[in-house]
Nanobody, 127 residues
Framework: QVQLVESGGGSVQAGGSLRLSCGVS????????MAWFRQAPGKEREEVAV????????YYADSVKGRFTISQDNAKKTLYLQMNSLNQTDTAMYYC????????????????????WGQGTQVTVPS
């Protein structure tokens, strides 16, 4: 079992920044990849950023490219999402997720392959 606990959400003015954290515990081996997803009210969940934990390669949705950065601290067993230049469209519940199935399964565009999820942390950018 893998436990994921997000933190760092809150309310921030447009143009501001936040850093989300996701503490990872309970795993006997490192997940193959990890990701941040978000879901705004009335919308489908969106994959925001992915990191391959072994090599550190990353992927970003077009909507956040150049503004968000996903990173990991293996010593602290923590996943991060640095979010800059926030705007109202970034308002959503943000979830971290882990894929432990391995390299035979995709990490990008494959929400169903993520087998562990955190409880989410709310990010609000008021209009």
């Amino acid at each position: 079992q893998v436990q994921l606990v997000e933190s760092g959400g809150g309310s921030v003015q447009a143009g501001g920044s936040l850093r989300l954290s996701c503490g990872v515990s309970g795993h006997s081996r490192r997940p193959y990849c990890m990701a941040w997803f978000r879901q705004a009210p009335g919308k489908e969940r969106e994959e925001v950023a992915v990191i391959y934990t072994g090599g550190g390669s990353t992927y970003y949705a077009d909507s956040v490219k150049g503004r968000f950065t996903i990173s990991q601290d293996n010593a602290k067993k923590t996943l991060y999402l640095q979010m800059n230049s926030l705007n109202q469209t970034d308002t959503a519940m943000y979830y971290c997720a882990a894929q432990t199935r391995g390299s035979r399964f995709p990490c990008v565009g494959s929400e169903s392959e993520y087998d562990y999820w955190g409880q989410g942390t709310q990010v609000t950018v008021p209009s």
